[in-house]
């Protein structure tokens, strides 16, 4: 039990670094912050640069490698953050994601993917306490880290700076008015994130042994999960949250496998929201929209699109290309269409209820996971299986998903995450062998298995879902949805069953990514647990803020472009994803509120 | 602070106060989506003349990872490849036309990869596609390399279940993992070994299946497993998974998955206090340059200090051209042998993709890296009878152990 416990703390002391840098980027500039995940696998690859490569001495490389870290987070604040921040959270929180895949995917450009050997800079396990050894390395490690927040706690308290940055996170309006320069407060708290960031990075090599320059993935996502635990914008709930996470994950994994990782992290966060909705020292939003969607909503008119627009898009979309197209643009155009489905589906939550999900993969999953299964068991046709995988998406992410829409503010984005991370997670313990052999759509005795059926089934899939879509906007519910994401205090006091919408809205969403999902497993005829990532999550919330984040056809456009964009680029591989982060960028700096929303 | 709303379901008669100025933005977002659209065909097009004269390089397709996370076969496999072009065109190429790569980047997503299938399968100058990495990029991809009979060589898909689920089109020659485990299993128990602990990649793809061909083979001949413990190669802290492995004392320790994790794992599990002999991870930098690897034992087919001439050769030159490149490893090797198995299917069915497959069917005895010669068993579609060598990781290379 007590090697568990040890293991646990120095765990934590890795997510606790990562957890105060996320907490204080978002306590002085309420956004979510994507682009700290990289400093995780910058800081780890700049020290292996520096010690293994270059042989300087540790000491001096773990100050230039936090002095790097911290110059380019005040880099990407001016350039990306701030400018959008400051009237958008959501476009700028894009932008930090669209940051990290140029800062992951240049670390790998110059330090190529291989995952390096860390050298071994202190023993590892020249002390033991019973039979559990560990040494001077983790000492180190917890001594910094013990220093580090001792500083910054007396720094925070004491400290002028500090206690801008305090006064900032309080209230940004009274902040200014009280002559703080809040802008330079935003961005030494960035710069301090950032170093931290790259902090953690260092100690994640040390502690693992190797690295590589996506290797702090993970580690940002239970870091970040730790910081919503402790309470986003209390750096003390941040430190308690990255502990407490770290030692019931190796417990949990003590008990239950390694497998369980994921489950046990969202069901901790889970558990947590639901009885203490602001985190462990977090103040519990009272009068809270969804603050991501909520500002958002109020900046820009979306364009009416005109009828003959309708029409050039169905004649396009319908006739033109699955008659001229070759089958590489009509398979492209498979996934651009079912992409579409799932997105536009989820306009109603993200847009309309004003709840920014972040794990769309579940109910995609259980839609795959449902149509694969009961097509090969029970010898139902793709035809009957495609709407019953909506069905269960639908019913069982609802089920799952009950007990968060108490929850309020970011943490409803966070909780939802949880769910859909969790949803694949219990698929990979239930059934980790992938499915093989799940049967191609067929009409009569004709299979319908070429690239041109494939196009029209999810052209027809995707006609419905709009339809469907805009006739829910247009009625009397999708204006009650839209009421409790623009206001939901005024929605409340006018009698709105906040909740129960909110739920709503995310069981239309789950059923189209059920949808979805059906259509993927038929085409590819395989399924596993790993496609179903927090990529592929994050992949649909980027097509719904890209097009517009409450509009069904921006849905479409915003799966164009940026599924599209992936295959367009093909013409310089190596640079494939740094340009794709620019576009992303260069889309949100000029058009913010998404391609089919003019600017306020 | 509250925020006036507007959303477009209370402005849908916004048309009538539409301006001049917002139909030309408006115009531009839909120039912009058509632009797109019209350039995906565009590109789409580029390259669907084939067939090919006398002197036109024979084109095969490389669908693999270049950037995300597993671009680090990718890397390799196209050093290896390049390498292996170079030397098949310098000794006059495929009856006297060169051999060229095209590589597209599928970041073994199973979305890109049914694009680049597409792309493959539409451009009539490919004749073979290598790839893709993992199962859930190659898997999905077959039904459309099989619908446009063009041979998926998948010559890394250690999963039974590509070429067995597979059809026709599907061959590979990488060693099943059902028999490299199989082996280790064997070997493991003969060394005198009664008891282990097991460590696997928690995948569908490989390590499950990986796993259960070890522990049947291990209860056949009487081996124990202590404990096993299935994890994830995305995770970084193996700490509380090993403490528990180990519990029980084993006298060995297994790991059934890749470079990295082991490399990882062996560096915890020494960091824990465990002593005994590490049987797992694999001839790759990561792994090699770890300290705590010193000593861990493996099942190899490739073994770069080996003193066989042809192996001796390849890592010659593979060195030559890559002067920064330590070492060469399993993976080099196979992209290696698998173009020169292409070549030299193409060079007996014909550099069409009916004649590659011809030649697949026919091929026998091509001098190979990773097995001396190849010859495929044509119900399964792998290699014939493959062999391993026990090898042992010493001063950071693995050479062969004969303890």
Not at chain 1, 13 to 21: K, P, R, S
Not at chain 2, 121 to 127: E, I, M, P, T, Y
Not at chain 2, 256 to 264: C, L, N, S
Request: hydrophobic content about 50%; charged content about 15%.
């Amino acid at each position: 039990m007590f090697d568990t416990l040890i293991a646990g703390l120095l765990r934590g002391n890795v997510y606790a670094l990562g957890a105060v840098g996320i907490s204080l980027v978002f306590g002085v500039m309420n956004v979510v912050n994507f682009a700290q995940f990289s400093f995780f696998g910058l800081g780890a690859m700049l020290a292996w640069l520096f010690v293994a490569e270059l042989g300087w001495p540790f000491w001096l490389a773990l100050p230039l490698v936090l002095v790097i870290c911290g110059g380019l987070g005040l880099l990407i604040n001016i350039a990306v953050v701030r400018p959008l921040a400051k009237f958008l959270p959501l476009a700028a929180m894009l932008s930090t994601y669209a940051v990290s895949q140029i800062l992951d995917n240049a670390s790998q450009i110059a330090f190529t993917a291989e995952f390096r050997a860390f050298p071994k800079v202190l023993p590892t396990s020249n002390f033991h306490i019973g039979t559990m050894r560990f040494g001077t390395s983790d000492l180190v490690m917890l001594g910094i880290t013990a220093v580090v927040m001792g500083a910054m706690a007396a720094f925070l308290k004491y400290g002028k700076t500090g206690q801008a940055i305090r006064a900032t996170a309080q209230d940004q309006e009274a902040a200014l008015q009280m002559g703080i320069p809040v802008s330079l407060v935003q961005h030494i708290a960035f710069v301090i994130a950032s170093a931290l960031g790259g902090l953690a990075g260092v100690f994640i090599a040390l502690y693992v042994g190797v690295a590589n320059p996506t290797s702090g993935l993970n580690v940002g996502m239970t870091a970040f999960v730790a910081a919503t635990l402790g309470g986003l914008g209390s750096l003390g709930g941040a430190v308690i949250g990255g502990f407490v996470l770290g030692i019931l994950e190796a417990f949990g994994i003590h008990f239950f496998g390694d497998s369980a990782r994921e489950i046990i992290v969202f069901f901790v966060l889970i558990l947590v929201l639901i009885l203490r909705p602001g985190g462990f020292l977090g103040k519990v939003p009272l009068l809270s929209t969804e603050p991501l969607t909520g500002t958002f909503l109020g900046k820009g008119r979306p364009f009416t699109i005109p009828r003959w627009a309708w029409i050039a898009a169905a004649v396009v979309g319908g006739i033109l290309i699955p008659v001229f197209g070759d089958n590489y643009l009509l398979t492209t155009g498979t996934q651009v269409l079912i992409y579409a489905v799932i997105a536009a589906g989820f306009t109603v939550t993200a847009g309309q209820a004003g709840v920014l999900a972040l794990g769309q993969a579940g109910p995609i999953a259980i839609g795959a996971y449902t149509s694969a299964l009961i097509t090969i068991n029970l010898g139902i046709p793709f035809w009957v299986a495609v709407p019953l995988s909506g069905i269960s998406a639908a019913v069982l992410t609802s089920v799952l998903a009950s007990p968060i829409w108490g929850v309020k503010g970011h943490y409803i984005s966070i909780a939802t995450l949880g769910i859909g991370t969790a949803i694949v997670a219990i698929i990979r313990l239930v059934l980790p062998q992938g499915i093989y052999g799940i049967p191609m759509p067929s009409w009569g005795d004709t299979l319908l298995a070429t690239p041109v059926a494939y196009y029209l089934i999810d052209f027809v899939a995707l006609v419905v879902t709009l339809w469907v879509m805009l006739r829910i906007r247009r009625s009397h519910l999708g204006k009650v949805i839209s009421s409790v994401g623009s206001d939901e205090v005024a929605a409340l006091a006018s009698g709105v069953r906040v909740r129960d919408y909110k739920a709503l809205a995310f069981a239309i969403s789950a059923f189209f990514a059920g949808i979805g999902g059906s259509l993927l497993a038929h085409q590819y005829t395989y399924i596993d647990p790993t496609i179903f990532t927090m990529l592929m999550s994050l992949l649909v919330v980027t097509i719904v803020i890209m097009g517009g984040v409450g509009l069904p056809p921006g849905a479409v456009i915003g799966s164009v472009i940026l599924i599209g964009a992936m295959e367009l680029l093909r013409f310089t591989p190596e640079l494939r994803i740094v340009v794709y982060g620019l576009v992303l960028i260069l889309v949100v700096r000029f058009r913010p509120g998404g391609v089919l929303v003019r600017n306020a | 602070m509250t925020r006036p709303y507007t959303d477009s379901t209370t402005t849908t008669k916004d048309t009538t106060m539409t301006s001049p100025k917002f139909t030309k933005r408006r115009l531009a977002a839909l120039v912009l989506a058509a632009g797109l659209t019209v350039g995906l065909g565009a590109c789409s097009t580029a390259n669907a003349s084939g067939g090919g004269s006398a002197t036109d390089p024979v084109y095969f397709g490389v669908s693999a990872a270049i950037t995300g996370q597993y671009a680090q076969y990718g890397e390799q496999f196209k050093k290896a490849f390049d390498l292996a072009a170079e030397e098949i065109n310098a000794a006059g190429g495929i009856n006297g036309r060169p051999v060229a790569l095209k590589y597209e980047d599928s970041q073994s997503d199973p979305k890109q990869s049914v694009a680049v299938a597409q792309k493959f399968v539409g451009d009539k100058s490919v004749v073979l596609v290598f790839g893709d990495y993992s199962s859930a990029a190659s898997i999905p991809a077959s039904p459309l390399y099989t619908s446009g009979k063009l041979l998926q060589y998948g010559f890394n898909n250690s999963n039974p279940a590509f070429t067995e689920k597979g059809t026709d089109y599907q061959w590979s020659t990488s060693i099943t993992t059902n028999a490299t485990y199989t082996w280790l299993a064997d070997y493991v128990k003969s060394k005198g070994v009664k008891s282990v602990g097991v460590t696997y990649l928690n995948t569908a793809d490989w390590g499950i299946p990986a796993f259960k061909a070890f522990k049947d083979e291990a209860d056949k001949v009487g081996l124990t497993i202590t404990d096993a413990e299935g994890v994830l190669d995305t995770s970084d802290d193996y700490r509380p998974s090993l403490t528990k492995a180990v519990a029980g004392q084993p006298e060995a320790f297994v790991h059934v998955g890749y470079g990295p994790d082991a490399a990882k794992l062996v560096t915890q599990l020494r960091a824990i206090g465990y002593k005994g002999t590490f049987f797992g991870g694999q001839d790759e930098k990561s792994f090699d340059g770890t300290p705590d690897a010193e000593g861990s034992i493996i099942g190899a087919q490739f073994i770069e200090t080996s003193s066989t001439p042809a192996v001796a050769a390849f890592v010659k030159a593979f060195k030559a051209k890559y002067p920064n490149e330590a070492h060469v490893t399993s993976f080099e090797a196979g992209a290696y042998d698998a173009l020169h198995v292409a070549v030299a299917a193409a060079k007996l069915g014909g550099a069409t993709r009916d004649g590659v497959l011809k030649g697949f069917q026919q091929v026998k005895d091509v001098p190979s890296i990773v097995y001396g010669k190849i010859s495929f068993d044509t119900s399964t579609r792998r290699v014939a009878s493959p062999q391993l060598t026990p090898t042992i990781l010493t001063g950071g290379k693995w050479v062969e152990y004969k303890g």
